[in-house]
């Protein structure tokens, strides 16, 4: 056997080195999970392995900034969507929620609290039975054990750990508690000292929700909102203080019913006000489609919050997809925020006896009506509010905007609208439709008031419950909106919430979208957003990643740009059944366009499969703040 000097060697691809500057064409080499040269014409001879890259990009391992990989980190530590795509890096334990303090099960005399499945199983469309796998196996309390156990798992990705806020909350008073009253000063001191002394431990940041939709999903909780939507005022500023303290990261959601209290909240970035900037990042700078002046909004805020008036850092994070949401019956996080459809959100997965009995009172019925014929007729202040486009939920009550997805019921419904398939019955009933002897009875079985909107939906899920698969685009549906949100200076492509909702969205591919998106733009455009995905992130938390300098951890993409341009993202998403995770996830996987993922010096991903070693030996590392 020849001795080798590098153990892998990227050959001829046109680099892009992270930094935004012009590409260049050259090798890379790699040794000990480091890069060690750059440059032209380096000795393949020397190299264990060589990857051709010849008319094809070169980049650092792309971060994911708003994930919820930290229950699928103990089920399937090796992150394999994450290596097809491109991902080296995600960040974890957004929007309050984590495993940073274990399964936190206790007894508080009235029941079992279990915040891990109390919490993720609504917020976050994770299964129960998911989630309960993953905790069972849970045996650390704090953060610093946390930490001990992240370095114990055979990382696929490198994994950036945050503190969430609903999760210290019930570490200190408890989840029962946590959910019914404000906390005492000596509470609030308590969550003080464990996010200090996570900050102290590397943490690279805190994060808090304020979306009024996000409930627990575990009697006697049903109709109660997750922890952190109980902070107080002086809570979340002193929690914020830790963080500014140390200059790490606070990660939020907006409390979006009110612009006023969205103001003061995130008011907390100002350095002006508090003595030094805060780094803030909230979701999303989106284009919704209900109500188009959230966007504009937006750019006012991140404009007036990074002036030198304020003088805070802040950012939106944007993502570079259509905000498409499917749904499984009355289950997607949509309808969390239409209170007759969270009425339907409630029970449990299996428990179709209770939607049935909601379904069938008359006295939701009448409701769900009101609710949602509210305006069609043009008059009144939702009329009005509908015909300038703004309503008061991202879920859209327009049957033309509803579609229907997958073999069921019928297979001739696949791609048909609300208002397509209500049509079709109507069609039907007149004689005027030559259907299938299977469509005729699923037809015949439709009411007889289906031209009013709310009995073609109540019929729809009571009759098909979860068999009833649909979506619909609720923002970002205006290409030229949505990629001006994503390269706006104050926004961080991301809120792809890979790890989530399974069976409801696929955006592990943002990042290539959004690659997609900007290369008619030129060369220079690439690389400023290729900085975007690596290495301007990682600055922003912190962490040793994002860049190919020599000397940095090996974590490189090679992507071929031909493919890429050539794909159209929503012909490679599918429905399909994950082992490792036991339950079915909604993935995009296109194929070609990744042809070698990298990370810390070993292929993790070789364009056709993931490596025999991802999820076995650790390739990942646990990413702490270096600052």
Known sequence: MRDTTWDILITGGLVFDGHGAMPTTEDVAIADGHIVARGRDLDPSLAACVVEAEGRWVLPGMLDIHTHYDLEVELA????????????????????????????????????????????????????????????????????????????????????????????????????????????????????????????????????????????????????????????????????????????????????????????????????????????????AMDVDTDRTILPLAKVLMAVFNSRLVDGNFRMQALAAEFKVWADGPLTPLCEEIPELRELNEPDLEDREGRTAILDDPDWQARFRTMWNAGKDGK???????KVRIEPWALPTDHEKLVIDGEKPVAAWKGLTFADLQRRVEAFRAGRLDTTTEEAAEL?????????????????????????????????????????????????????????HLTNMAFYDANLRGLQWVMDDGLAAVSR??????????????????????????????????????????????????????????????????????VGGTVAWDGVDVAPEVGKVRLGRTLLATG
């Open 77 to 284: 530590p090796g992150l394999p969507e994450a290596a097809r795509h491109g991902t080296t890096t995600v960040v974890m334990s957004n929007c309050s929620l984590g495993t940073t303090y274990g399964h936190q099960r206790r007894d508080n005399g009235e029941y079992v609290e279990d915040p891990i499945i109390d919490c993720f199983a609504r917020v976050e469309n994770i299964p129960k039975h998911v989630l309960t796998r993953a905790a069972d196996e849970m045996d650390w309390t704090t953060s610093a054990e946390y930490l001990a156990h992240l370095d114990g798992q055979p990382l696929g990705a490198n994994v950036v750990p945050q503190i969430p806020h609903s999760m210290l909350r019930a570490q200190v008073m408890g989840l029962r508690d946590s959910v019914s009253r404000d906390p005492s000063h000596d509470e609030i001191v308590r969550m003080g000292q464990l996010l200090n002394r996570a900050m102290k431990e590397g943490y690279a940041g805190f994060s808090t929700d304020a979306l009024p939709f996000h409930y627990l999903s575990n009697d006697p909780n049903r109709k109660t909102k997750i922890p952190t939507q109980w902070t107080t005022r002086e809570e979340l500023k002193t929690l914020t203080h830790v963080v500014r303290h140390h200059d790490r990261v606070w990660q939020g959601t907006p409390p979006k019913d009110s612009p006023v209290d969205t103001v003061k909240t995130f008011g907390l970035t100002s350095g002006r006000l508090f003595g030094s900037p805060l780094r803030t990042t909230i979701v999303a």
């Open 380 to 386: 009144g202040l939702r009329g009005f509010l509908k």
């Open 444 to 500: 015949r079985a439709f009411p007889a008031d289906v031209e009013d909107d709310a009995s073609v939906v109540i019929h729809l899920l009571r009759t098909y419950d979860l068999d009833f698969r649909w979506y619909a685009i609720t923002a970002n549906s205006d290409r030229k909106a949505a990629k001006a949100a994503l390269t706006h200076r104050y926004t961080l492509p991301g809120f792809n919430d890979s790890g989530a």
């Open 529 to 598: 957003h290729i900085m975007r995905l690596t290495k301007e992130p990682a600055d922003f938390w912190q962490v040793d990643a994002g860049t190919l300098d020599v000397g940095a951890v090996a974590d490189v993409v090679v992507i071929d740009p031909a493919r890429l341009r050539g794909w159209d993202p929503e012909s490679t998403i599918e429905l399909t059944y994950r082992d490792d995770l036991g339950d079915e996830v909604m993935v995009n996987r296109p194929e070609g366009i990744v042809t070698t993922t990298v």
